[in-house]
């Protein structure tokens, strides 16, 4: 039979279209208006990945409430800048001192912040009487029993540790720390193995900085390939983000999120901070142990940063962070390294006693322009 639109029928069909038109577009307002709504790092990233920061003593006992405040904000997870490191844990050989390490998984659960331990094996801030063994067997049974007994410890509360930190040299092959020297490259393996028997669950990160380079890059990709051979586990790796208005390239950067995710393993920005400052000697990582005499020339802007290298610090997280939204789906976390400009390691490397500014926030905590650049592009659909 032949259909007829009556006149009636009709008005009503463009009724129900105009209604449907109208509900699009107000959940499109909405989701628009939810976008434009995020006023936090966390928010605005939170279907990409876990915002972290670093943490020091004096925002886990409350001294720098500003900087608390600005934690509790902007981030969902922090990881300890420096108290659960060797020399704080285990001062003395066998007696652990957990009374900050506490303070700060108290704090991280009471904030509801995903919290990420660091570091359970490293050859930097070891307490000296590490150096000092002679033994390999009982070297052996240090480490075993440095990693077991923290890890159980917090066994449940810490959602990944940074196992083992930077194991490796510029050009790829370990690095001659007194646990290689006497224990050779089984102590790598073993490490991530103890951890993983004192909490299953636990997720264990190797972490390094210059993970961007092409041969410290190999290195690391053997390195996570012979440990899961030889029956590690290991979740992710966290390529240390202590980088520089130049470098590395993003394309460097891109290259290495994808050579460390075709591992199989979540890839992690941890430590990141981009440094404003003169870098004559074209360092880039953060090998502590470089240290040089400061100068005026060194020390350019003791009292604000000019607003050309302000925008070019914008720029470049900025197209950081697009390169990140981009590998969302391999990146699970990016962790600032400190709250802001006055608290950053980088005023004193590789120089002391300099004023950088190379985080989100200032030394007022007020938010920077590089802040407003990185909350553009989560909102921005373009990045
Ligand atoms: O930020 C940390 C700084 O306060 C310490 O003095 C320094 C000592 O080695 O360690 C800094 O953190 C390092 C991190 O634990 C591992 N990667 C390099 C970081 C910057 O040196």
């Not at 506490?102 to 490293?122: A, C, M, P, Q, T």
Request: charged fraction near 25%; hydrophobic fraction near 35%; proline fraction near 4%.
């Amino acid at each position: 039979m032949k259909q007829s639109y009556s006149p009636h029928k009709l008005n009503k069909f463009i009724l129900l279209l105009c209604c449907s038109i109208l509900f699009i577009n107000c959940k499109q307002d909405q989701k628009s208006e939810k976008i434009e709504a995020a006023t936090t790092l966390k928010d605005a990233y939170k279907n990409h990945f876990l915002m972290g920061t670093a943490v020091n003593d004096g925002q886990i006992t409350g001294k720098d409430s500003l900087g608390v405040q600005l934690i509790k904000e902007q981030f969902n997870t922090i990881t300890p800048e420096n108290s659960m490191k060797w020399m704080f844990m285990e001062p003395q050989q066998g007696e652990f001192n957990f009374e900050m390490a506490d303070r700060y998984i108290d704090f991280s659960e009471k904030n509801n912040l995903v919290f990420i331990g660091h570091n359970l094996v490293w050859h930097s801030q070891l307490a000296p009487w590490v150096a000092e063994i002679d033994s390999k067997e009982e070297l052996h049974n240090s480490l075993k029993n440095h990693v077991q007994t923290i890890a159980s410890r917090y066994k449940g509360k810490i959602h990944g540790w940074d196992v083992v930190n930077e194991a490796l040299n510029e050009d790829g092959t370990l690095r001659n720390s007194v646990f290689l020297e006497k224990l050779g490259p089984e102590y790598l393996t073993n490490a991530f193995k103890w951890a993983q028997e004192a909490d299953p669950n636990v997720e264990l990160y190797y972490n390094d900085y210059n993970m961007t380079q092409p041969a410290k890059r190999a290195g690391a990709i053997k390195l996570v390939k012979n440990l899961k051979e030889q029956g590690a586990k290991v979740d992710g790796i966290g390529m240390q983000g202590h980088w520089s208005l130049e470098g590395p390239s993003l394309q460097e950067i891109e290259e290495s999120i994808i050579a460390y995710s075709e591992l199989g393993v979540k890839v992690m920005i941890t430590e990141l901070d981009i440094t404003a400052l003169p870098n004559p000697w074209d360092l880039e990582g953060a090998e502590v142990s470089q240290n040089f005499e400061g100068s005026e020339f060194m020390n350019p802007y003791t009292e604000q940063l000019p607003d050309s290298v302000s925008n070019k610090l914008a720029k470049r997280y900025q197209d950081i962070f697009a390169l990140f939204k981009k590998h969302q789906d391999k990146i699970s976390r990016v962790t600032f390294w400190g709250v802001n400009d006055g608290q950053t390691w980088l005023n004193n490397w590789p120089i002391d006693n300099r004023t950088n500014y190379p985080l989100l926030f200032d030394r007022q905590f007020k938010t920077k322009e590089a802040y407003h650049s990185v909350m553009q592009v989560a909102k921005d659909s373009t990045f």
